[in-house]
T-cell receptor, first 115, second 113 residues
Framework: KAGVTQTPRYLIKTRGQQVTLSCSPI?????VSWYQQTPGQGLQFLFE???????NKGNFPGRFSGRQFSNSRSEMNVSTLELGDSALYLC??????????????FGPGTRLTVL | GQQLNQSPQSMFIQEGEDVSMNCTSS?????WLWYKQDPGEGPVLLIA?????ELTSNGRLTAQFGITRKDSFLNISASIPSDVGIYFC?????????????FGEGTQLTVNP
């Protein structure tokens, strides 16, 4: 079974631009979560989607948004990029959103650099 | 908010030695997960723990879910060079609106051959 895939793997953008990242979950998984990883803040939860609905949201500004499609693939968008948005963006998928033995599996991440 | 304190921050050991790292929290979690991350890659799940007191092994790795549900530890026995990487603990609280993972700061492991 293929793992979580994320595209693109690397992105370079300039301040003020917007960016869209894509995530395809493990086949059969219906929940997709996004995390931001930076050296200073570590791994921080952005949001979670399940059945095309946002189920949970972390403490990030409204410039960060996401959506999920009917095939469970998810995209996240960051508008008006700032230098501090440079990070590794990780997507994780799980079968259910919060089931008792639910486990999240991560993709390889998208490395975003904002210049 | 929820905080996970992971220690030690880094470890330098000789090949063949055993390693122990742990995470503590002021909050109760109902799932503990341990991940390993290599440079430029996403975290890879090592062990998942779902019940307080649970002790689970995966090869040379052993992890336990603390009785108080506020802590967990990971042991690696007979370390080898490929154990090098950053190890993260993650706790999850089951919420009616879904779930989120709270991560520790990570333990950077270096194994000298």
């Amino acid at each position: 079974k293929a793992g979580v895939t994320q595209t693109p793997r690397y992105l370079i953008k300039t301040r003020g631009q917007q960016v869209t990242l894509s995530c395809s979950p493990i086949s059969g998984h219906r929940s997709v979560s996004w995390y931001q990883q930076t050296p200073g803040q570590g791994l921080q939860f952005l949001f979670e989607y399940f059945s095309e609905t946002q189920r949970n949201k972390g403490n990030f500004p409204g410039r960060f948004s996401g959506r999920q499609f009917s095939n469970s693939r998810s995209e996240m968008n960051v508008s008006t990029l700032e230098l501090g948005d440079s990070a590794l963006y990780l997507c994780a998928s799980s079968y259910l959103a919060g089931g008792s033995t639910d486990t999240q599996y991560f993709g390889p991440g998208t490395r975003l650099t904002v210049l | 908010g929820q905080q996970l304190n992971q220690s030690p921050q880094s470890m330098f050991i000789q090949e063949g030695e055993d390693v122990s790292m742990n995470c503590t929290s002021s909050s109760i979690f109902n799932t503990w997960l341990w991940y390993k991350q290599d440079p430029g890659e996403g975290p890879v799940l090592l062990i998942a723990l779902y019940k307080a007191g649970e002790l689970t092994s995966n090869g040379r790795l052993t992890a336990q879910f603390g009785i108080t549900r506020k802590d967990s530890f990971l042991n690696i026995s007979a370390s080898i060079p490929s154990d090098v990487g950053i190890y993260f603990c993650a706790g999850r609280i089951r919420e009616t609106s879904g779930s989120r993972l709270t991560f520790g700061e990570g333990t950077q492991l270096t194994v000298n051959p």
